[in-house]
Nanobody
């Protein structure tokens, strides 16, 4: 059974940083695309960043230069380093592994507020 568990969320002031982690169990992740999505209240879930098995990354325009996605296949983990956080980054963040079917974590709250 594939399970994803996110950690590292919380409340931070604008300009602050957080590092999200997502540990995957039940599958070896190294062959798969992994990613982070987010969903703010009243909005659709959107892709924040993803990373291929070869390490190629892609980001939504609004986080480029501030967020960094990375993976550690030995630990079956994907990370999202978030710097220079803005109020508009407030959302529930979900990690994802792109197998068939796609698997998701339960989500973790990130709140950016003064």
């Amino acid at each position: 059974q594939v399970q994803l568990v996110e950690s590292g969320g919380g409340l931070v002031h604008p300009g602050g940083s957080l590092r999200l982690s997502c540990v995957v169990s039940g599958i070896i992740v190294r062959s798969y695309v992994m990613g982070w999505y987010r969903q703010a209240p009243g909005s659709q879930r959107e892709l924040v960043a993803d990373i291929t098995s070869g390490g190629k990354t892609d980001y939504v325009e609004s986080v480029k230069g501030r967020f960094t996605i990375s993976r550690d296949n030995a630990k079956n983990t994907v990370y999202l380093q978030m710097n220079s956080l803005k109020v508009e980054d407030t959302a529930v963040y979900y990690c994802m592994i792109d197998v068939i079917p796609r698997y998701w974590g339960p989500g973790i709250q990130v709140t950016v507020s003064s």
